[in-house]
T-cell receptor
Framework: DGGITQSPKYLFRKEGQNVTLSCEQN?????MYWYRQDPGQGLRLIYY???????QKGDIAEGYSVSREKKESFPLTVTSAQKNPTAFYLC??????????FGSGTRLTVV | GQQLNQSPQSMFIQEGEDVSMNCTSS?????WLWYKQDPGEGPVLLIA?????ELTSNGRLTAQFGITRKDSFLNISASIPSDVGIYFC????????????FGTGTRLQVTL
């Protein structure tokens, strides 16, 4: 059945290392989004893509990069330029009714 | 970016009590949505509202789209322990490139 899959569930990064978070969907949705959530906080938009081969910066894009080569996939790379990357990362797809479907998240920790 | 104002920020209630929370904005939205996030998981859509004044229920949950289109309310009746989590409101203005604007969240804890 259709859904959105994020992997891995937990990820550990060393200082100065780039890491990539995976987000795959089979809902046939055009729009995909990446959010960051810090403990006890709301959702902050990192990047979004309304269509394949196009993406836009969100509110906190510095230190992150994305690609959208396929409709099904929207990976997020957390680069060494992101000074405080420890957080819970959520990927979402946008449906026609305006609601988003979220993945189960990736918890990234710097060690 | 803008975030919608949710209140209360957190609440502790006893099992069986009713819960109310609200979400306000300085600007108009054409769609209001309510999500629930369990610990360590992604938010799940609870209720969607598409028309000003609309009142919609989903089991013990009831939500309303404010008549001014600048607010929305969520009520949970007869709370149970599994209601624990963070509740987010979200608004959508409309248009092909429109994105959801999320609220700051209400953390609900239910005691036995």
């Amino acid at each position: 059945d259709g859904g959105i899959t994020q992997s891995p569930k937990y990820l550990f990064r060393k200082e100065g290392q780039n890491v990539t978070l995976s987000c795959e969907q089979n809902l046939n949705h055009d729009a995909m989004y990446w959010y960051r959530q810090d403990p006890g906080q709301g959702l902050r938009l990192i990047y979004y893509s309304q269509i394949v081969n196009d993406f836009q910066k969100g509110d906190i894009a510095e230190g992150y990069s994305v690609s959208r080569e396929k409709k099904e996939s929207f990976p997020l790379t957390v680069t060494s330029a992101q000074k405080n990357p420890t957080a819970f990362y959520l990927c979402a797809t946008g449906g026609g009714n305006g609601g988003y479907t979220f993945g189960s998240g990736t918890r990234l920790t710097v060690v | 970016g803008q975030q919608l104002n949710q209140s209360p920020q957190s609440m502790f209630i006893q099992e069986g009590e009713d819960v109310s929370m609200n979400c306000t904005s300085s600007s108009i939205f054409n769609t209001w949505l309510w999500y629930k996030q369990d610990p360590g998981e992604g938010p799940v859509l609870l209720i969607a509202l598409y028309k000003a004044g609309e009142l919609t229920s989903n089991g013990r949950l009831t939500a309303q789209f404010g008549i001014t289109r600048k607010d929305s309310f969520l009520n949970i009746s007869a709370s149970i322990p599994s209601d624990v989590g963070i509740y987010f409101c979200a608004g959508l203005r409309g248009g092909t490139a429109s994105k959801l604007t999320f609220g700051t969240g209400t953390r609900l804890q239910v005691t036995l």
